[in-house]
């Protein structure tokens, strides 16, 4: 018989053992050793059906093929924009991904991007060598303007949009912010007033607390308590 030993939910360590029984699969960040199923990095324990899995706690962002981030432009080129990742590796946006309208070849780039320019971006090849390519032509892919960047913990953003986006929902809607999260650890708030500072303290705490359970009724509290609003 199968017993799951680490409580849902819970921090565990490298080497602690999870699960007893062959009733459950080893999913992310855990392995089987013949009767048991053991952590293998400081994360998050979560029961997902069958499989048993870590959320990391600590890490940073590595890009994937498919991931929408928010990038920083750092360089243009005459083909091109280099943008930063938040990771250890630039990106490059060519001018057939960046834009729909045909650029004459020798044009001034920087009238679409210039350097110091945050985007939301696609990441669409990932080579072996880590050479990366973005695009920009796609739904809710654009040039960010106004409002204020803030940087997270790459393994937290799934804490932050919640199940199904619901609770990047509970932010927006409360605060009237517009958010966007990147799947590389940067935020992009804009909001009036206090609302946008409110926001990032919100934020904050989901980052601070996310190994928590319960959080989304701590944040609710949190958020009635800032905004006054009865939620």
Not at 100 to 113: M, N, P, R, V, W
Not at 214 to 231: A, N, P, S, V
């Amino acid at each position: 018989m199968t017993k799951i030993i680490a409580k849902d939910k819970n921090v565990v360590v490298p080497g602690e053992v999870l699960a007893e029984g062959m009733d459950y699969l080893p999913g992310f960040g855990t392995y089987r050793e013949e009767q048991k199923i053991i952590s293998e990095m400081l994360g998050l324990f979560t029961v997902d059906g069958r499989t048993l899995k870590l959320i990391p706690l600590s890490g940073k962002y590595v890009p994937k093929t498919g991931d929408t981030i928010i990038c920083k432009v750092i360089d243009v080129s005459f083909n091109g924009w280099i943008v930063s990742t938040n990771s250890a590796y630039s990106a490059m946006l060519s001018m057939k991904d960046a834009t729909s309208d045909y650029i004459a070849k020798g044009a001034d780039l920087t009238k679409y991007y210039s350097i110091g320019d945050y985007m939301v971006a696609k990441v669409t090849t990932v080579t072996s060598q880590k050479q990366i390519n973005i695009s920009m032509i796609g739904p809710g892919l654009r040039k960010l303007q106004g409002g204020r960047i803030i940087e997270v913990a790459a393994n937290k953003v799934p804490r932050i949009i919640g199940k199904q986006g619901s609770m990047v929902s509970l932010l927006k809607d409360t605060t009237g912010c517009r958010i966007i999260v990147g799947q590389n650890g940067l935020v992009w708030i804009q909001g009036e007033g206090d609302k946008e500072l409110i926001a990032v303290n919100a934020i904050r705490k989901i980052e601070e607390e996310s190994h928590l359970s319960g959080l989304t009724d701590k944040i609710k509290q949190f958020l009635e308590k800032e905004t006054k609003k009865k939620l």
